[in-house]
């Protein structure tokens, strides 16, 4: 069974800076998808950006990005010029190869807090 | 931009009652999802649900939870008689055929006395 892991329980950064949230996953699979949600105190789940494991080239989403290892099966978010917004629960979440409606995998979360 | 709404935001019910919590998935999309996030933890799977049958459904989703889509646009969950360990937000999500990306809804939270 696949497996994700988010060893950060809570970040903090300061707006206007960059910081990096981690995500490493296990799994046998060759092709399979990623994700980044993003989870305000609002509570709704918002996905904030995708990857496909097949493509090497990192997903980029305005402020966000990622580093998309694959080899080493680490998938980290980028959140350029952090804004009080930006203050949420960060969920990373996998997805084994698409057929149809295949469930999501998520991680236990990150916690956020954008610093005034 | 077209969401997933679900209602109600919250529901309190006493232990053993049943309950039915609903979902309107995006008009056009053809996959639908039940996930359950129990205060302080990960969202975790429970059902999936494509023309009208259970496609996938996880070890929770044991014999006192069935889905239905009594209509074109609905698509409910009900929990039979619950339980204290069932309060959690339940998020619905929908996925578009062919499209491997999930929009979720507001969630319900459900609260069991």
């Known amino acids: 069974a696949q497996t994700v892991t988010q060893s950060q329980p809570e970040m903090s950064v300061q707006e206007a800076e960059t910081v990096t949230l981690s995500c490493t996953y296990d799994?046998?699979?060759?092709?399979?998808?990623l994700f980044w949600y993003k989870q305000p105190p609002s509570r709704q789940m918002i996905l904030v950006i995708r990857?496909?494991?097949?493509?090497?080239q990192n997903a980029t989403e305005n402020r966000f990005s990622v580093n998309f290892q694959k080899a080493a099966k680490s998938f980290s978010l980028k959140i350029s010029d952090s804004q009080l917004g930006d203050t949420a629960m960060y969920f990373c979440?996998?997805?084994?190869?698409?057929?149809?409606?295949?469930?999501?995998?998520f991680g236990k979360g990150t916690r956020l807090s954008v610093i005034a | 931009e077209p969401e997933v709404t679900q209602t109600p935001s919250h529901q309190v019910t006493q232990m053993g009652q049943e309950v039915i919590l609903r979902c309107v998935p995006i008009?056009?999309?053809?996959?639908f999802y039940w996930y359950r996030q129990i205060l302080g933890q990960k969202v975790e799977f429970l059902v999936s649900?494509?023309?009208?049958?259970?496609?996938?459904k996880s070890e929770i989703f044991d014999d006192q939870f069935s889905v239905e889509r009594p209509d074109g646009s609905n698509f409910t969950l009900k929990i039979r008689s619950t339980k204290l360990e069932d309060s959690a937000m339940y998020f619905c999500?929908?996925?578009?055929?062919?499209?491997?990306?999930?929009?979720f809804g507001p969630g319900t939270r459900l609260t069991v006395l």
């Open positions: 008009s056009n999309h053809l996959y």
């Open positions: 999500a929908s996925s578009e055929a062919g499209r491997d990306t999930q929009y």
């Open positions: 990857q496909e494991a097949y493509k090497q």
């Open positions: 799994t046998s699979e060759n092709n399979y998808y």
């Open positions: 979440a996998f997805m084994k190869p698409y057929s149809g409606n295949t469930p999501l995998v």
């Open positions: 649900f494509y023309n009208n049958e259970i496609s996938e």
